[in-house]
Structure formats: C-alpha cells, structure tokens
Antibody
Framework: QVHLQESGPGLVKPSETLSLTCTVT????????WTWIRQPPGKGLEWIGY???????TYNPSLESRISSSVDRSKNQFSLNLTSVTAADTAVYYC?????????????WGQGTLVTVS | DIQITQSPSSLSASVGDTVTITCRTS??????LNWYQQRPGRAPSLLIY???TLEVGVPVRFGGTSSGTDFTLSISGLQPEDSATYFC?????????FGGGTTVGI
C-alpha cells in the first residue's frame, strides 16, 4: 500500500525558508511523478509543482522564483523549499502522487501538514 | 492560466437526492478534468479522472460528464457520507488549476 508522509516545521518566521520533505513508502519514487499542492485554511487548492526522480521539475510560475527542490532516491523522499515566506504562504501542504503523466490525476495524497508563517 | 468557474459554491440537499456540480473552464481542456472529494480535516481524494472515468472504489452514484468547456459532477442517491467539499481540476495545461470548490451539506 502506497503511503506518503509530509514532515517539516509547523511554524516558520516571515522572510525565512519553508522546508518540507515527503517520504514515500510502498512504491519507488522512480516509478511515478510527484506533486506538492497547498491549501490555505478554509480556502481552495493551489498546485505548487511537479517533481521527478530524475531531478527534473516543473513549478507554478506564481511561485517559481521562490522554490527549490531535491530528490533523495536512497530514502525515497522528495523535498520542497520555499523562500521569503509571508503570511500568504500559511497553508496545509500536501505531497501527492501523479498516477499518469498523460492525464495527471492525483490519486494518492499525504495527510497534509499545516505550516503557519508567523 | 486556465481559469475554472465552479458552481454552486455550496448546496444543501437531502438523503436520496440527486445533486449536480458544474465547472466551466476558460478555454478548452479536452477531457483533462478531474474531480476530488474532501471531507473536513482530510486530504482530497480522487473521484473521477478524464472527465468521466470513475476511480476504483468510488461508488457508482458518482458520475462525470462533459460538453465543451462545461464539466458536471453528479451524485445520485445522496448519502450522509457524501457531505464534503468537491473540487474540479484541469490538467490540460501547466499550471494545473482547481475550481473554487462546492460544499455539499446533507
């Protein structure tokens, strides 16, 4: 059974860097594409980016200037860094699996982790 | 970016009713439209992909249709556990974008 688990600080100060890691179990991260999606409290969903085990990435243009990422295939993890955070970055951050590169539906989600910028 | 107008933003219905949620995209997205259900405090879960293909394990009372840039999620025979927020998502272009959500109250 595939499981995703987000980890990282729940509180980040304004102007600092938000760092999150997604640990994948039950499948190899080399088999699929992966994504981060966030949801401000009480609001809708915002796509952050696609991440590939090769290191290739596609980011949301609205966030691209502040995003960096990495993949650790030995630990089956991928990570997200978001710099210069503000209160607008307060959200539940989900890591998730993109099942098909053709249709790009997100079929497995982590439980999400709330990151507060304050 | 492709904009999605999802309506209504909320609705209330009774057990056994049929409800319909609509997403209209700002430009063609083919059939690259997915539907998700999000129960309070939980991560979203995939209901329908490719506009009309039911995800494995999803009850058949859920259905998706499309006509041009209009996409519809129907729930027939509404059940108490269907109380949730529903989002559509287009994946035709990058960045993929989501509708604003529809909260279904029972």
């Amino acid at each position: 059974q595939v499981h995703l688990q987000e980890s990282g600080p729940g509180l980040v100060k304004p102007s600092e860097t938000l760092s999150l890691t997604c640990t994948v179990t039950g499948t190899s991260i080399s088999t699929y594409y992966w994504t981060w999606i966030r949801q401000p409290p009480g609001k809708g969903l915002e796509w952050i980016g696609y991440f590939y085990s090769s290191g290739r990435t596609t980011y949301n243009p609205s966030l691209e200037s502040r995003i960096s990422s990495s993949v650790d295939r030995s630990k089956n993890q991928f990570s997200l860094n978001l710099t210069s955070v503000t209160a607008a970055d307060t959200a539940v951050y989900y890591c998730a699996r993109v099942r098909s590169i053709a249709t790009r539906e997100v079929d497995i989600w982590g439980q999400g982790t709330l990151v507060t910028v304050s | 970016d492709i904009q999605i107008t999802q309506s209504p933003s909320s609705l209330s219905a009774s057990v056994g009713d049929t409800v319909t949620i609509t997403c209209r995209t700002s430009q063609t997205t083919g059939n690259s439209l997915n539907w998700y259900q999000q129960r309070p405090g939980r991560a979203p879960s995939l209901l329908i992909y490719g506009a009309s293909t039911l995800e494995v394990g999803v009850p058949v009372r859920f259905g998706g249709t499309s006509s041009g840039t209009d996409f519809t999620l129907s729930i027939s025979g509404l059940q108490p556990e269907d109380s949730a927020t529903y989002f559509c998502q287009q994946t035709y272009t990058t960045p993929p974008t989501f509708g604003g959500g529809t909260t279904v109250g029972i």
